[in-house]
Each structure stands twice: as C-alpha cells, then as structure tokens.
C-alpha cells in the first residue's frame, strides 16, 4: 500500500462520513484506496484491482467470479486493510450461497486481520457480516450480539448505524413475542437514523415481515408504504401475501412480488418459486443457477480463535445450499420458516 496508514484512515473515515471529496483527496496518494472509495461512491475505477473487482461481481450475482476475484485478492495483498476487505468478500460470497461454517471463518479472518491494523471500520464489517451469518443459520440471539459489536465499533454519528441498528430488529424479530417490542423500536430508530436513505425502505420491510408472522393483517396494513422498490417492495409484497384472504389477491400479489425481485437474487427467487407453488399458486421466478454458486468455499485454516472473534463452534451450524433444500411442495408453512434464512 502506497500511502501512509494515517491517510488511509482519515480517508475511510470521510467516505463514512460522506464527504466524498475529502475523502478522495486524502487518498490521492494511495491508487488501491482511491479505486475502493470509488466503488463504494458508486463510480466505477479506471484501473480496479481484483478486490475491487470482486465487489463488482459480488453485487451483480456473479459470486463464482467475486470468490476468484476475492481469493487472487488475499494473496497480493499486504497484511492490512485491503487484505481484510478481500478476506470479508470471501465470507459475503460463503454467506449468500448458504456455506455459514466457511463464512463464519473468513469473518473471523477478516476481524483479525483488521484488528492487527486496528482499522475499526473494517472490523465492524466482519462483526456486522457475521451477524448476517448467523442470522441467516437461524442464532438470532447470537446475530443480535454480533450487530451489537457492530455498531460500537462504528462509533457515535457513523451513517450505517441505522442499517446495522435495521439488523439488529431483523434478529430481535425472529425471536416471536419475546423481541418484537424491542424489534419494532429498534425498526422505527432506523427508520428516522442519519444517514442511507435506503435504511428506512428495509426497516419497513421489516415490520411487513414480521405482522405477516403473527398474521396481523391490520398491523401489516399500517407499515405498508408507497414509493418502496427493488427488495424492500419485494419483501413487503411477500408479507401482503402471507396475510392475503382469497386466491385472486394472492395470485395478483405474487405476481407483483415477482416483478419486483432484481434478476440476481438467485436464491430468493428459488425460494419463492417455491413458496407460491405451496400456497397453490404458482409463479414465475427465474431459476437457481448453480454455476453461480460456489461448491464449498476454502477453508481459511484459522485453527483455534477467541470467542469474540468465532462466537459459534463451526459444527453447530448446518451449511444450507439453497438449491439442496426442498420442502414438500404443499408445505407452504416449511418454506415460510425458510424464508428467516433471507435478508431482512
């Protein structure tokens, strides 16, 4: 890394910051930085590096390509940020595909190498990425510690405290009547937090989710909103119809729901094919690719780590290739409980 560790730092700090310009004229001396700043501003890099490339393929689906990508960025890599970031990639893509014990162990890859940096930002990004994991591996109780991690190692005034603050709600949500008090504050926080816009589309989506596990129609139609797209609209569209009362309304919400749902969300799109041929309803959606999927991610060979760092022994978690799961196909109340391995 070219430049000094001081400018990388007060560089990451403005980007989270949202000055975008400060940000990028305090990494000026540094081309790596500056290629990921862009990235994550939204602007694509003349030249990006494989790291930055993996992202790229990461957020359009391709998770094979993000994992080769990933995995080329480990080894160039010096011992520091970019190397974490590289490691936090490999544990997205074993995330996304349903490999938690290997996604559990590049997060906690991540974290260390983070930590030896002492780059905060990053290690709240393991914390908040393992928490994903065992959210979606169904240990709420644990994803909620792990959010908790997240946000205090953000820091006061941080603009994603609301989108981890979401998760948090995601996690106390699954826990039935025990956390849905503390779930609809934490959703309403998030919902009026600084920062992303986007925070307060999925806390929505949330609230949906959960009055659709109640079956309480009348809460579901107080949280539904205009103006939601992409998965924020598709998950609310998903709880309408959970609660929905007659087949047309069903059919005509599925429908929508599927409309709504981006072409890359492979394994949502399985899911809720079928989801809508349990409820005897059947629609379209596109069909898993399982070249897109990894067939088992690397092992980072951690050996043993501290319980900060790796929460959950590996082996009390059962990876879930979403193309391995098939409920029977009248069970609509089997692929429900399925659906608390997605996000939100």
């Known amino acids: 890394m070219r430049g000094n560790w001081q400018h990388t730092i007060a560089a990451w700090n403005l980007a989270e910051a949202g000055r ?24 694509p890099a003349a030249e990006a590096g494989s790291v930055v490339l993996g992202w790229q393929s990461y957020y359009r689906g391709r998770y094979r390509e993000a994992l080769k990508a990933f995995l080329e960025g480990t080894e160039e890599q010096e011992d520091g940020w970019l190397k974490a970031w590289s ?20 997060c906690a890859l991540s974290w260390l190498t983070a930590s030896r940096n002492e780059h905060l930002d990053l290690m709240a990004q393991a914390a908040g990425a393992r928490g994903e994991v065992l959210l979606r591996a169904g240990r709420p109780v644990d994803a909620a510690a792990s959010f908790a991690e997240d946000i205090a190692l953000l820091g006061p005034g941080n603009r994603y405290a609301g989108r981890v603050r979401c998760y948090e709600a995601h996690a106390w949500s699954r826990l039935g009547n025990t956390g849905e008090k503390a779930a609809t504050l934490a959703y309403r926080l998030a919902m009026h937090s600084v920062g992303e816009g986007v925070t307060a589309a999925y806390a929505a989506a949330g609230l949906a989710l959960m009055a659709a596990r109640s079956g309480d129609s009348s809460r ?34 599925l429908s929508e729901a599927v409309e709504t749902l981006p072409p890359e969300y492979f394994a949502e799109h ?55 799961q098939s409920p029977a196909e009248n069970d609509h109340e089997a692929w429900w409980a399925i659906r608390d391995s997605f996000m939100p």
């Open 20 to 43: 975008w310009d400060d940000a990028l004229e305090a990494a000026r001396q540094d081309p790596e930085l500056l290629e990921v700043l862009f990235l994550r501003k939204g602007q």
């Open 87 to 106: 490691q936090l990639g490999v544990a997205k893509v074993a995330s996304d595909s349903g490999w938690w014990v290997a996604a559990l162990d590049w």
């Open 220 to 253: 579901l139609q107080s949280v539904e909103r205009n103006g939601l797209q992409g998965m924020p609209k598709f998950w609310t569209l998903v709880a309408k119809a959970r609660c929905a009362s007659g087949v047309e309304v069903l059919s005509a919400t």
């Open 270 to 324: 399985w899911w809720f094919a079928g989801w809508s041929r349990a409820l005897g309803a059947p629609t379209f959606a596109s069909p898993v690719l399982e070249n897109h999927f990894p067939n088992s991610p690397p092992s980072p060979g951690l050996g043993d780590t501290t319980g900060v760092e790796r929460p959950v022994a590996g082996g009390e978690i059962r990876n879930a290739p979403w193309w391995g």
